[in-house]
């Protein structure tokens, strides 16, 4: 017996240990079966583990929608976690060509790709290593300047669940992609890294909860318009050279993002 009472070592967290009637407990989150044994995996199921979890709703995953905007080396991160979650389609969108001086952080590519687009290697090798004898999810790739194609993100944000912005496009257009999953009511991961640092945001989306816009520190203001200084970077102050290079912006700042949104 442990300190608990239970007749199992080690350590009992709270709902484990909660009273019979608990909806923890109801759930089936005891200590007895936790320490039980796995049962036999499910032949070919590549998803059987994460279908035993308690509470863990797999038939929900696989019916979302997500919209990958950026193939950076957070973005293509990202798609591929979503993959290997079993996410059931994914939309890729991105400009760019693979290089080689991406290999060293881009997961979803080969020196063999190197110099096709972006979003035709990413395709090409989450089709080629998706997770064995699992139904592999709906792809869908755009090779397109999401700046000026606008009107298009629009479109694929409707048809989504839910948006990752990767795209190191400014804080204007993280701005707009913000503005635009407010309308929408989309949950939206914001995720960039930069020399030594690297940060991501969530916002649920939900009426009357903090957007992206709203919870970002006011040194990280998204309206911050000085190219030497991005979201994420260091707090330690600029050298007197930076801030002598740094443009002066005076008057108010005016954009408009084309696409609309009903």
């Not at 070592?9 to 109801?26: F, I, L």
């Not at 995953?61 to 798609?79: D, E």
């Not at 290089?99 to 395709?123: I, T």
Request: hydrophobic share 40%.
């Amino acid at each position: 017996m442990n300190a608990a009472g239970m007749p199992h070592p080690g350590y009992v967290r709270q709902e484990e240990n909660g009273p019979e009637d608990s909806e923890q407990c109801k759930a089936g989150a005891t200590l007895e079966r936790r320490k039980e044994p796995p049962l036999p995996e499910a032949a070919g199921d590549a998803f059987d583990r994460q279908r035993l979890i308690c509470g863990f709703d797999h038939g929900l995953v696989a019916r979302q929608t997500v919209l990958v905007l950026g193939l950076g080396g957070v973005g293509q991160g990202a798609a591929l976690a979503l993959a290997r979650l079993g996410v059931g389609a994914i939309i890729l969108v991105d400009a760019g060509v693979y290089e080689a001086s991406d290999l060293n952080r881009q997961c979803l590519g080969s020196p063999s790709q190197v110099g096709r687009a972006k979003v035709e290697v990413a395709l090409e090798t989450l089709r080629a290593h998706h997770l064995v004898g699992a139904p592999a999810p709906a792809l869908e790739g755009f090779r397109m300047d999401a700046l000026a194609e606008w009107a298009q993100v629009v479109r694929l944000a409707r048809r989504s669940d839910a948006v990752f912005n990767a795209m190191g496009a400014g804080p204007l257009w993280d701005h707009a992609v913000n503005g635009l999953c407010l309308e929408l009511g989309l949950p939206l991961v914001r995720g960039e890294s930069e020399e030594w640092s690297a940060r991501v945001d969530l916002a649920s989306g939900r009426e009357g909860t903090r957007c992206q816009a709203c919870a970002a520190p006011p040194a990280d203001a998204l309206f911050c318009l000085s190219p030497r200084r991005t979201r994420g970077s260091s707090s330690r102050p600029p050298s007197p050279e930076l801030e002598a290079d740094r443009p002066e912006v005076e008057g108010e700042v005016e954009g408009e993002v084309e696409g609309e949104v009903e």
